[in-house]
T-cell receptor, first 114, second 112 residues
Framework: DVKVTQSSRYLVKRTGEKVFLECVQD?????MFWYRQDPGLGLRLIYF???????EKGDIPEGYSVSREKKERFSLILESASTNQTSMYLC?????????????FGSGTRLTVV | GEDVEQSLFLSVREGDSSVINCTYT??????LYWYKQEPGAGLQLLTY?????DMKQDQRLTVLLNKKDKHLSLRIADTQTGDSAIYFC????????????FGRGTSLIVHP
């Protein structure tokens, strides 16, 4: 069973902390994505990556950075967490050129910044 | 996600049909998707339709695509309480590769 695994289901962090959200996929997918999901706003793309060490900004990259040192792992970094980054964060992956099979999502990390 | 529009809520009785509607703006999308999100979980691909098709049927699910009006709908026949979830419509945007853009999601509530 193919998987996208997000390391934490729930996280509580303090304002100003540096936060790492980890995502690992076991499908050898080239493309990986980070979204945040907020009620009434749906999913918004933060960053994505086509390959190792490559990254592209999505629609709302401000306040975030990413790291992709290995193909299977895509990390989202909040350099200095703020309360408006309290949200559900979803990681997804897909193989290059196999768009019609859709994206495989992780179960999400619910981050609360206090 | 504001270029993909969905109504936020739909309430139906068990056994009735549900129809979830979506409008999108990117006419270059090759595929259009419906994803389902159950409580506390990530999104799962429910079905997709190729842009040169008008309709796709898969058991209780029927997807209708009107390319002229950029309108996509998902019909669930004989809706069950287990169908209660958030349903997301997605088109694709070209940013190097194709990236899905999601609507805000429609919460389907099924009453016994």
């Amino acid at each position: 069973d193919v998987k996208v695994t997000q390391s934490s289901r729930y996280l509580v962090k303090r304002t100003g902390e540096k936060v790492f959200l980890e995502c690992v996929q076991d499908m050898d997918h080239e493309n990986m994505f980070w979204y945040r999901q907020d009620p009434g706003l749906g999913l918004r793309l933060i960053y994505f990556s086509y390959d190792v060490k490559m990254k592209e900004k999505g629609d709302i990259p401000e306040g975030y950075s990413v790291s992709r040192e290995k193909k299977e792992r895509f990390s989202l970094i909040l350099e200095s967490a703020s309360t408006n980054q309290t949200s559900m964060y979803l990681c997804a992956s897909t193989a290059q050129g196999v768009i019609k099979y859709g994206y495989t999502f992780g179960s999400g990390t619910r981050l609360t910044v206090v | 996600g504001e270029d993909v529009e969905q109504s936020l809520f739909l309430s139906v009785r068990e056994g009735d049909s549900s129809v979830i509607n979506c409008t999108y703006t990117d006419s270059s999308s090759t595929y259009l998707y419906w994803y389902k999100q159950e409580p506390g979980a990530g999104l799962q691909l429910l079905t997709y339709i190729f842009s040169n098709m008008d309709m796709k049927q898969d058991q209780r699910l029927t997807v209708l695509l009107n390319k002229k009006d950029k309108h996509l709908s998902l019909r669930i026949a004989d809706t069950q309480t287990g169908d209660s979830a958030i349903y997301f419509c997605a088109d694709e945007r070209r940013r190097g590769s194709y990236i899905p853009t999601f609507g805000r999601g429609t919460s389907l509530i099924v009453h016994p």
